[in-house]
């Protein structure tokens, strides 16, 4: 089985407030009497479905040609339902249970339905909605030694009323060692989208020294393997 949890990168995407918008310009056209047709695109590194590696907020960090060139399949995925909405702070005491099954991860998705009001509420989607407290980062390096990645179905692990610690925030998790990537705006509506057994297909829109990049993303778990988390 096979999903794509990757929106795709389309003019009038939701985008963090602040963030520059995606634009494509016509550079030869058949109307102007050009023998071609052919476009300009200018996006944000952090427009859609995206990976911030540590060069994001930390000065001489890794860049995403250092980090996804190692590694850009995941095998170990666990994707944790945790079903919130609004201003909502996700919090270490909100993964503790779920500790049995994230141990041994190499890669941690959480599902809050957040990405439902992605195309009903640009607006709201971008702007309120569910965010990381700094905390988690540390929690999850004692309790999950080998994560790597770290990603979430709404449009940021910061929020914009909480800008301070979501600077914090991504400073903990992508500066501290071992660093840890984030994946923001994740597309899994799709109800399959929980438990283990996944494995994670990352595929970077470019692979150069760059803070971040867009991806597109496929979770892929075998048929009829079933591992919930409860």
Do not use: N
């Not at 963030?19 to 944000?44: V, W």
């Not at 399959?192 to 990049?213: A, F, K, Q, V």
Request: aromatic share 6%; with cysteine; glycine share 8%.
């Amino acid at each position: 089985m096979l999903i794509r949890i990757s929106h795709p990168l389309e003019q009038g995407l939701p985008l963090y407030p602040g963030t520059p918008s995606l634009s494509i310009i016509p550079y030869r056209t058949f109307e102007k009497g050009d023998a071609s047709s052919s476009s300009t695109i200018t996006f944000h590194t952090h427009s859609g479905t995206h990976i911030d590696a540590p060069r994001h907020f930390c000065p001489g960090g890794s860049t995403i040609a250092d980090l996804l060139r190692a590694e850009s399949i995941f095998t170990h995925v666990t994707i944790l339902p945790l079903p919130m909405a609004g201003d909502t702070c996700i919090a270490a005491r909100d993964l503790e249970p779920f500790l049995p099954q994230i141990q041994e991860g190499q890669a941690i998705l959480i599902r809050t339905g957040d990405c439902l009001r992605r195309e009903r509420d640009p607006g709201g989607y971008g702007a309120v909605h569910p965010w990381i407290h700094p905390g988690i980062a540390d929690f999850l390096r004692e309790h999950a030694p080998s994560l790597r990645l770290f990603g979430l179905d709404a449009i940021s692990i910061s929020s914009p009323a909480h800008r301070e610690e979501g600077r914090e925030c991504h400073r903990a998790f992508l500066c501290g060692s071992p660093p840890i990537l984030l994946m923001e705006d994740i597309d899994l509506s799709d109800e399959r989208l929980t438990g283990s057994g996944w494995s994670l297909h990352i595929y970077p829109w470019l692979l150069e020294s760059l803070d971040g990049i867009p991806v597109t993303a496929i979770a892929e778990r075998p048929e009829g393997e079933d591992v919930p988390v409860t």
